[in-house]
């Protein structure tokens, strides 16, 4: 059975007090990065470094918690370290890349979240990232937009000029993104085309070995067939000369018999 301490933390009946305190410093943790913090909040960046303290103490101790739960704990505090360090870089694209690679907790913290805190904190960090970069690359905010009506006539126009030319290069980005992903789409089908004349090709040159096999083959058979071939009228030829030379031997005989010579 499961038990609950003050803070609304789930932990087992024989969770350690260390592990308690654990936790209870990780919700709170979880807690202040889901707020809009300033430049000046140091508490989260040292709460930080005690959970890590913990953590490590955690593994040690003798009544640790499950492989599970360690490796889940120490997935949250890497994604508390990952999501400070993001914090710290200084252009907005660069947080948004350092945001992506963050890996938040999968199981709540305490018992009454009904989603980790840790993935809220992911989400609202990605679009707090996005809505930067967006602002970088309009090169405006609201405060600018306000700040410009108060301005001069002249002002004013500068203001608009740049406007426009900030809008006549948003335009060529589109442009060139849907360039880019045209030419993409083009590079797919010539490698798709080109591919399947690829395996055209193996497939007729894969037909081209086995008729070329099968053409080794009969060439063998007539080969044997012509060497048998070959043998016998050799030997009928054999035979025929010793016939010819046999006649030619007796009829010599006959010949010196019929016809003695002359004394």
């Known amino acids: 059975m499961a038990s609950y301490c003050c803070d609304g933390v789930s932990v087992s009946n024989?969770?350690?007090?260390?592990?308690i305190n654990f936790i209870r410093l990780l919700s709170r943790c979880e807690s202040i990065a889901s707020e809009k913090r300033g430049e000046t909040e140091w508490r989260l960046e040292k709460y930080v470094g005690a959970l890590e303290e913990m953590l490590v103490a955690l593994r040690k101790s003798l009544s640790k918690p499950t492989a599970e739960m360690l490796t889940e704990y120490t997935r949250k505090v890497d994604f508390l370290k990952g999501l400070l360090e993001a914090e710290k870089l200084s252009s907005p694209t660069e947080k948004a890349l350092a945001n992506q690679f963050l890996a938040?907790?999968?199981?709540?913290?305490?018992?009454?979240?009904?989603?980790?805190?840790?993935?809220?904190?992911?989400m609202q960090t990605k679009a707090r990232c996005t809505g930067e970069m967006r602002d970088e690359l309009l090169g405006m905010s609201e405060t600018d937009l306000r700040n410009r009506r108060g301005l001069p006539l002249d002002e004013r126009?500068?203001?608009?000029?740049?406007?426009?030319?900030?809008?006549?290069?948003?335009?060529?980005?589109?442009?060139?993104?849907?360039?880019?992903?045209?030419?993409?789409?083009?590079?797919k089908n010539n490698t798709l085309a080109a591919q399947n004349i690829i395996k055209q090709d193996?497939?007729?040159?894969?037909?081209?070995?086995?008729?070329a096999d099968m053409n080794f083959e009969k060439l063998k058979t007539e080969s044997e067939r012509l060497e048998q071939h070959t043998k016998k009228s050799v030997n009928w030829l054999l035979w025929l000369m010793l016939i010819l030379v046999s006649f030619t031997f007796i009829s010599m005989i006959l010949f010196i018999r019929i016809f003695p010579r002359l004394r």
């Open 157 to 187: 126009q500068s203001a608009a000029e740049l406007e426009a030319v900030l809008q006549h290069h948003h335009n060529l980005q589109e442009k060139l993104a849907e360039d880019m992903l045209h030419l993409a789409r083009n590079l």
């Open 14 to 19: 024989m969770a350690s007090r260390l592990e």
């Open 104 to 122: 938040p907790g999968r199981t709540p913290t305490i018992a009454n979240e009904r989603m980790p805190v840790s993935k809220t904190v992911h």
């Open 202 to 211: 193996n497939q007729t040159l894969s037909q081209s070995m086995r008729q």
